[in-house]
């Protein structure tokens, strides 16, 4: 079965914008650097308006094109390419839908803007959690405030301390990531509106002189920070999961245009599931549908 190729096509300076939407379109294409002695691509991907030979490639008009878009004022700099490409990408819903508003006809997509690769982790209850922090010499009620200015933790261990802490007190940069892997949040309200999440259900919202002392009380509440965490993951697995954000952009560049054999879908469809490669069902589906394989001819 052949792979369709996208092509990365990067501006100096914004090629960490497409690092989650590559990773996510990996499952079902190969990715490759402008070469002018290969084959075209079956589909480009591009950081910025101002990408090099983005213009002349969009002129020509194939293959499709996803765009990165940063924000309005990007989008209304390039408003003559943006009608065609095949879909806009974003990081944040009122740049959809300022794009939405602008550009008729091309779809704009939200792009979860997480730090942490979430779709390789799994949920952590308020029991798991506390057993980390005992095995490491935690605090029994360990609150970890990651907030821009205030956090004292690097960014190369906030993951684990997200994975850890009994509750996390976040803003923008950090709360998807904290939902993601079930942690009991307490944020702002603006914080809150930006990834749809509901006061008292999702997360908590408290403001930022309060926020410290209401996660405190919250860390000792044991039932509750259970359904805050359930109920921030599943928030997540509906808005925010990158695997389906990807499936959704692979199908508008016609990625997934032709079905593969029985073998190499079941295999999309486990890694679509986040199964890694050695786990046991993998390892017995690739047994049994290799019985599916076409057998060349003698």
Known sequence: MTVPVVELVVAPGTGERLRPVARGLARWCDLRAPDAALADPAARLASSWRAP???DALAEGRPPVALWVAGATEADAASSLLT???VLLC???EVAAHLRDRVEGVPAVVVPEGQVEVDDHRPLTPFVRSRWRRRLGLAPDLVVD???GTASLSEAVVPTALAVAAVVVADRR???DAMALGAPVVTDARTAASVEATDGSEVVVADSKAATAVAAELAGDL???AALGRAARSSWERRWRRGDVAAD??????LLA???PPDELVAQRLRELGTPAGARVAVRARVATALFAPVEAR
């Open 53 to 55: 030979g983005l213009a």
């Open 84 to 86: 065609r490409c095949a």
């Open 91 to 93: 990081g944040r819903e």
């Open 146 to 148: 990651v907030r821009a």
């Open 174 to 176: 950090w709360v998807v």
């Open 223 to 225: 039932r509750r920070c």
């Open 249 to 254: 952009i692979a199908r508008r560049l016609g």
């Open 258 to 260: 032709s079905p593969p």
